[in-house]
């Protein structure tokens, strides 16, 4: 199905919609477990932005050879 016609399904989506599925999600996984996978994120986020600064650093390393 192509997303263009899922919108005009769906409708479009506000702010109270969104506030509605937030509190949807906290109950069902609880405010604990949103919290550690929030954290577990920030984390690979991290990890992920400090492994592309090693790498740019070995990149211009290995270009003044």
Known sequence: MHPELMLALIGPVGPMELIIILVI????????????????????????KDEMKVDEKSEGSESNR
């Open 25 to 48: 999600v906290i109950l069902i996984f609880g405010a604990n477990r949103l919290s550690g996978l929030g954290k577990g994120l920030g984390q690979a986020i991290r990890g992920f």
